[in-house]
């Protein structure tokens, strides 16, 4: 069978100027119109053709070979679409903030892009973080004439460092955010190594445990914060991002809006849980007025002080586990498994782009476990 002629473009930086790479198997109905394009070129280095990287040149590519050959872009184009309803950040916090001595700053159309595609206020302070320390670890060297050597001796100095998995994974996401979208060249660095992530379970604590928690917070307000997180499965930032409109009594859900990945998504509100939040909210003071729940100053509140409600009322209860606000929503998922719930369900109810995600659950859940009899049993002891 006759297979279909195509052509992938890639992004590629030849004497520090931008080219557009052709890459396609010989055929010679291709060699003689890349034969008719704005000064073609030939890379040795990369191995396919290439011209200068501008909007005539991508244009005449694409009517060329319009109708004879397909044109695999998911190596050149990078498209992040805006999350519809999502409120737009701003970084002008790090863009005017002061730098100590010789430190790096990110470059302004750094920050603005970040704010152009509507990162997450914590993606973009992660972003901005740690390309700056690549930024310095690089000092003297223009961006666009690093290459991918010098970028993995930086990684495998970080792996000599013990950092994580996941710092190393962020720091490869800031620097391919700046190559491949800051200076539009996707998949400019796409044969990086990326570090294998431990498969760690997740850590989970019981029903009566969790009891325990929320019978030994400080207040209504701790009672309530706890509650919600085990209840309903959610994130801290989540939690944190609550408004009173968010608690649905009518349909008794609760709406989560922008959640990880901007996504909104609802889940379950309880009924003996909403009992509590309409005390909280009329009884405490002063009373939240736009947040579910605030600071003081009428702020929201802090994700340490959410860290701190959870970690006090677990140590009240002399729970030997350092018990995190995470843990909860762990917790949320595994017992609602345990009790039949399906896997479908959960994923909907945690916000999981994929069910492998909400599958590593089932390797905590102990019900099918409890159902299995140790070979110890069978011996007479």
Known sequence: MKHQKSITLKHLLINDNKQIGLKFYPDKVIHSLIKTLPNPKWSKEFGMVYLANNSVNFQKIMET?????WINLSSFSSKRSLAKGSTPISVDSYRKRTVK????????QFYRKLELKNYSLNTAKIYITLFERFMDAHKGIPLLNIDEEQIRIYLQGLVHQNRSSSYINQMINSIKFYYEVVEQMPNRFYSIERPMKKEKLPKVISAEEVQSIINNTNNIKHR??????????LRRGELLSLKIEDIDSKRMVINVKDGKGRKDRITLLSPSVLIELRNYVLLWKPRPSNYLFES????????TSINKVVREAAIKAKIRKKVTPHMLRHSFATHLLENGTDLRSIQVLLGHSSSNTTEI???VAINHIKKIKSPIEMLNL
């Open 65 to 69: 070979f319009r109708g004879v050959a």
């Open 101 to 108: 001595g010789t430190e790096s700053r990110c470059p302004e």
């Open 224 to 233: 309530c914060i706890v509650s919600l997180l085990y209840s309903a499965g």
């Open 296 to 303: 003081v100053s009428g702020e929201k509140y802090s994700p």
């Open 361 to 363: 659950y089932t390797q």
